[in-house]
């Protein structure tokens, strides 16, 4: 092959490579490719930060944007039984950033329920590796966004947020008698 169609070609493939990552993942931010499938496998838990441009609203994630730009601190959770989740890393309670536990410092001496797996070091509330509440003032489990595979890119669908599940309520306290 000449020279100059070698360079023909990777150019053409790298304008193809671009055009595709526009197409696939959105020129507007709210949808989002955010790794390889590989990046994430079964059983881990990978915080990632996406910078998004948000041009339609996104429950409790607009409210943070400065010039329509936006971070928004996640979980991917690739979970062996349930598949991928995404967790809005944000405490739904006073919107303090939750951690894994596994990043806790040793001094850390709070009590942990054992399907502990992340914690609001503001708080306390304890959620498990879904997001789902275990313990504390929140009024619910972590909030979620939609998540695809396309091909073998993960894909956050910022535009699919669904608030986590109610925190049970307290049993009521028994009548005086």
Not at 131 to 149: A, E, H, K, M, Q
Request: overall charge negative; some cysteine; proline content about 12%.
């Amino acid at each position: 092959m000449k020279p100059g169609a070698v360079i023909v070609t990777v150019i053409a493939v790298l304008v193809g490579l671009a055009l595709y990552a526009v197409a696939s993942f959105g020129p507007d931010g709210m949808v989002v490719g955010i790794g390889r499938l590989d990046d994430f496998p079964p059983g881990s838990v990978t915080p990632v930060t996406i910078e998004a441009r948000l041009t339609a609203h996104v429950p409790r994630v607009s409210d943070n944007a400065q010039s329509g730009i936006v971070e928004v601190p996640i979980f991917v959770v690739n979970h062996p039984a349930r598949g991928l989740v995404v967790l809005y890393a944000s405490d739904p309670h006073l919107g303090c950033r939750v951690v894994p536990t596994s990043e806790l410092p040793p001094s850390y001496n709070g009590e942990l329920s054992e399907a502990t797996v992340f914690l609001n070091p503001c708080h306390g509330e304890q959620y498990d590796i879904l997001g789902r509440y275990i313990s504390g003032p929140s009024p619910r489990g972590l909030d979620r966004f939609g998540v695809s595979v396309e091909g073998d890119h993960l894909i956050v669908k910022l535009t699919e947020f669904s608030y986590g599940s109610p925190a049970p309520s307290p049993a009521p306290s028994p009548a005086p008698s």
